[in-house]
């Protein structure tokens, strides 16, 4: 069992940044992948970026690439997202989630997520 809490949202100007927190807490994180998805208001919920368990693979949908960026830190037990350059259509909330040996980018082979916290880009 794995309980995830995320932090670090907040209201941001376009163009400003943001780094979101996620603490899990039991056993084996580091045994994880982890993702970043987000859910803006009237849309489903998407996948956004990925990290596996050792940190050295990422991934991002097209839409983030070269302005958000997922690392982790096992030893912490913690997953991060540091958003730059955010746009108001980065508004969201935005989940972290553990999958064993799920795919990525697939919500539904998650295992564990967060509650969320609110990131909302005024432009």
């Known amino acids: 069992q794995v309980q995830l809490v995320e932090s670090g949202g907040g209201l941001v100007q376009a163009g400003g940044s943001l780094r979101l927190s996620c603490a899990a807490s039991?056993?084996?994180?580091?045994?994880?992948?982890m993702g970043w998805f987000r859910q803006a208001p009237g849309k489903e919920r998407d996948f956004v970026a990925g990290i596996n368990w050792s940190g050295g693979s990422t991934y991002y949908i097209d839409s983030v690439k070269g302005r958000f960026a997922i690392f982790r830190d096992n030893a912490k037990n913690t997953v991060y997202l540091q958003m730059n350059s955010l746009k108001p259509e980065d508004t969201a909330v935005y989940y972290c989630?553990?999958?064993?040996?799920?795919?990525?980018?697939?919500?539904?082979?998650?295992?564990?997520w967060g509650q969320g916290t609110q990131v909302t880009v005024s432009s």
């Open positions: 989630a553990a999958t064993f040996g799920g795919r990525w980018s697939i919500e539904r082979e998650y295992d564990y």
């Open positions: 039991g056993r084996a994180f580091s045994s994880y992948t």
